[in-house]
């Protein structure tokens, strides 16, 4: 049972353009949210992350949007650069006592120049 | 420097040998985790821990063994390894009061 579906599995997207990669959830008892970025060969790095007491966060060019009634959440990438080329993961954890983490399946973004 | 160092980077075997990956942290983390990479699949929790001999299974944790006998070092181990086993395997810390999980290198896995 997948609890987070990440979607699409790949994004080319122009240089200067939006990217926008979303995650839906099942858990109600989630209630951290953050993105990871990934390059290759090397381990993930947290990009950003949100608490479902917000429905937005800014920072920099990325932005997390967030949805509780839909349990959904998304990644906006703002004028994207060839430097974002990268493979992204949302995850989910609920940390009241656990230090589970679940991960979508990944979002593999190219940005052209 | 804060670190995640995890050996070996590579690693080639058999079915069967037994092997051990370790995982040392110097931010004196409270939280350690084990996870594994597959193509489609994305990262999967193996086994956590939430502080010294305190342990618990992730979602995938079958063939696979854990010990956390000191806060620095989350080794992980395979007794009997099996092809399926085949992956990428990372190792992450967070601290008590920060959300943040800091990942290792990788450790890339073949068993044949």
């Known amino acids: 049972q997948q609890q987070v579906k990440q979607s699409p599995q790949s994004l080319i997207v122009q240089k200067g353009g939006i990217s926008i990669i979303n995650c839906a959830y099942e858990?109600?008892?989630?209630?951290?949210f953050p993105w990871y970025q990934q390059f290759p060969g090397k381990g993930p790095a947290l990009l950003i992350a949100?608490?479902?007491?917000?429905s937005e966060k800014k920072e920099g060019r990325f932005t997390i949007s967030f949805n509780k009634s839909a349990k959904q959440f998304s990644l906006h990438i703002m004028d994207s650069q060839p430097g974002d080329s990268a493979t992204y993961f949302c995850?989910?954890?609920?940390?009241?006592?656990?230090?589970?983490?679940?991960f979508g399946k990944g979002t593999k973004l190219t940005v052209n120049p | 420097e804060a670190q995640v160092t995890q050996n070996p980077r590579y690693l080639i075997t058999v079915t069967g040998k037994k092997l051990t990956v370790t995982c040392s942290q110097n931010?004196?983390?409270?939280?350690m985790s084990w996870y594994r990479q597959d193509p489609g699949l994305g990262l999967r929790q193996i086994y956590y821990?939430?502080?010294?001999?305190?342990?618990d299974k992730g979602d995938v944790p079958e063939g696979y063994k854990v010990s956390r006998k000191e806060k620095r070092n989350f080794p992980l181990i395979l007794e009997s390894p099996s092809p399926n086993q085949t992956s990428l395997y990372f190792c992450?810390?967070?601290?008590?009061?920060?959300?943040?999980?800091?990942f290792g290198p990788g450790t890339r896995l073949t068993v044949l």
């Open positions: 992450a810390t967070r601290g008590y009061s920060t959300d943040t999980q800091y």
């Open positions: 858990n109600t008892a989630f209630d951290y």
């Open positions: 949100i608490r479902p007491d917000v």
């Open positions: 995850a989910a954890s609920s940390q009241g006592g656990s230090e589970k983490l679940v």
């Open positions: 931010m004196n983390h409270e939280y």
């Open positions: 821990s939430m502080n010294v001999e305190v342990t």
